[in-house]
């Protein structure tokens, strides 16, 4: 009797737990912390938060963490520090201003940078940018120079976590198809153009002819190697020089020989900081410079006044410049001079606008969800410190490629002409 009783109640027992479990829908399982909400319909990632029932406002996080890997030292150390002072002055104005309306927790959060130093080096770039990707990141940012870049990239396509980058003009990184990859700054057909462009401004009798081009061996070197090759040639110029040597050669010796016999007078080249120390610095030594000098990258740091007049007169290609005019550049470059002594810095802005755009997709978004700020972002129509921005499909912005001067210690606009600080200084002193 005992026994036909148990049955009894252990068979009603299991028809009400079926029909609770009928009528809840879908099932929840919250995985251990860190990992995935899981519901019968597939996996669901989180950023953080804790599950809700319906109506339920989720728990907020205390901020909104944004992983950025940024050469702090190394060879690209001087560019790096231009990147982290954009963010930082970025991150903190907008939590001065309140910071970041997240809809889903129905509140404003700070914006937290979690930024590490990769020693310019990409491999400690990948490294880096896994270890953030474990964490509750919202977005990543990135540092400066081609190389990491491209280290970088990979990883957050690896992970599915939206990626901006300033400071690297490589075409072929947004030829990969990235989703998740979003460079708001001139690339290298636009830089390719650009100079020749600036230099049909000089009147026809004075204008020079001959062009050297001296670039890296490395991906972006050859690539804008080709495209100033093919860009002169439509502009009616004749290229004469083009060298490439190893990155980190510390004697050109040979290559400004060459340059010498060959009267160059438009020079272009391509190096990283210390390179283009010792490029200028030896050409100076020799007794060579060009009448135009155009130096991608290694003039943007500013240090380069440490070369006196062999650095002097030379442009650059930096995709920002604060006589832009464009809203939030007075007070931020206010700051700069108040703290630097000098005004902001060519990478400056263009990092600082990476912040703004990431702010105002994740408004949009109404989440910290990977996808959702990613798509957030593609669809980005907003004028930042840099200009009016928006995305093309592969990642690119059409944004303005201004072309600088380092005239007496300070760096001039002098291109587009509505926006020039200072005429074009030509032949270069």
Not at 61 to 83: C, H, K, N, R, Y
Not at 224 to 229: D, K, R, V
Not at 258 to 268: F, K, P, S, T, Y
Not at 340 to 349: F, N, Q, S, T
Request: aromatic share 6%; charged share 20%; net charge negative.
């Amino acid at each position: 009797m005992r026994k036909r009783t148990l049955l009894v109640l252990l068979a009603v027992l299991a028809m009400v737990v079926a029909a609770c479990s009928s009528e809840g829908g879908d099932t929840t399982t919250t995985a251990d912390a860190g990992g995935e909400t899981t519901t019968s319909a597939g996996p669901t990632p989180t950023t953080g938060g804790t599950d809700t029932t319906a109506g339920e406002t989720p728990e907020a996080p205390e901020s909104i963490t944004i992983g950025a890997v940024v050469p702090i030292t190394g060879p690209f150390a001087g560019g790096g520090a231009q990147v982290e002072r954009g963010y930082r002055y970025a991150v903190e104005a907008i939590n001065e201003a309140g910071g970041v309306f997240v809809e889903e927790y129905g509140v404003a959060l700070p914006l937290e940078l979690d930024l590490r130093d990769d020693a310019s080096d990409p491999n400690q770039t990948t490294a880096l940018m896994q270890e953030l990707g474990g964490e509750d990141i919202v977005a990543y940012l990135g540092g400066f120079g081609s190389p990491v870049h491209a280290a970088a990239t990979a990883v957050a396509e690896q992970n599915e976590i939206a990626y901006l980058g300033v400071a690297t003009a490589l075409q072929a990184l947004h030829e990969q198809g990235y989703r998740y990859f979003f460079s708001p700054f001139p690339k290298s057909p636009d830089i390719a153009v650009s100079v020749f462009e600036l230099l049909d401004t000089i009147p026809e009798a004075e204008r020079p002819s001959r062009v050297g081009i001296i670039a890296e061996a490395t991906d972006w070197g050859e690539e804008l190697g080709a495209l100033w090759e093919e860009a002169a040639a439509a502009a009616g110029y004749e290229v004469v020089l083009h060298e490439t040597y190893a990155p980190a050669t510390t004697d050109f010796t040979d290559i400004i020989l060459r340059a010498q016999a060959e009267d160059v007078e438009i020079a272009l080249s391509l190096p990283t900081p210390p390179d283009g120390f010792a490029l200028y610095q030896q050409m100076g030594e020799l007794g060579f410079k060009a009448p135009f000098n155009l130096v991608v990258r290694a003039a943007d740091v500013p240090t380069w006044n440490d070369l006196g007049p062999a650095g002097e007169g030379v442009l650059l290609s930096a995709g920002w410049h604060p006589a832009l005019g464009f809203p939030g550049i007075e007070e931020m470059n206010q700051r700069h001079i108040d703290e630097e002594g000098r005004p902001a810095d060519p990478v400056v802005g263009g990092s600082y606008s990476l912040v703004q755009i990431l702010a105002d997709a994740i408004e949009r978004a109404g989440t910290l969800d990977h996808e959702a700020v990613r798509d957030a972002i593609a669809a980005t129509d907003m004028m930042t410190v840099a200009g009016e921005i928006t995305f093309r499909e592969d990642g690119t912005s059409p944004i303005t490629n201004p072309l600088m001067q380092r005239i007496e210690g300070g760096v001039q606009l002098v291109w587009p002409a509505e926006s020039a600080t200072q005429p074009l200084v030509f032949p270069s002193p």
